[in-house]
């Protein structure tokens, strides 16, 4: 079972940083795109970044400048630089996987979910 397991949410000041961390359990993940998205109360969820299985990346306007992603494909891992982080940051923060190679496990894979809270 492919599961992806995200770590480094909390409570931070407006202006500070936080860095997430998303650990797959499976190899088959650096063959593929990854990103984080966000929910915040009330809100649907919504992109924040994605880096493809080559390392390009792309980021919601909202974030750029602020947040960088980056990968580790030898320790199955992503993670979200968040920095000068404003109370609108605050949600919960999704690593998700879009699997397409192998094509017998194709699919979108989700994490549980990190709280980011920044206080103003």
């Known amino acids: 079972q492919e599961q992806l397991v995200e770590s480094g949410g909390g409570l931070v000041q407006a202006g500070g940083s936080l860095r997430l961390s998303c650990a797959a359990s499976?190899?088959?993940?650096?063959?593929?795109?990854m990103g984080w998205y966000r929910q915040a109360p009330g809100k649907q969820r919504e992109l924040v970044a994605i880096?493809?299985?080559?390392?390009?990346?792309n980021y919601a306007n909202y974030v750029k400048g602020r947040f960088t992603i980056s990968r580790d494909n030898a320790k199955n891992s992503v993670f979200l630089e968040m920095n000068s982080l404003k109370p609108e940051d605050t949600a919960v923060y999704y690593c998700a996987a879009h699997v397409v190679v192998p094509a017998s496990e194709r699919g979108d894979y989700w994490g549980q979910g990190t709280q980011v809270t920044v206080s103003s």
């Open positions: 880096i493809t299985s080559g390392g390009s990346t």
């Open positions: 499976g190899s088959i993940f650096r063959f593929n795109d």
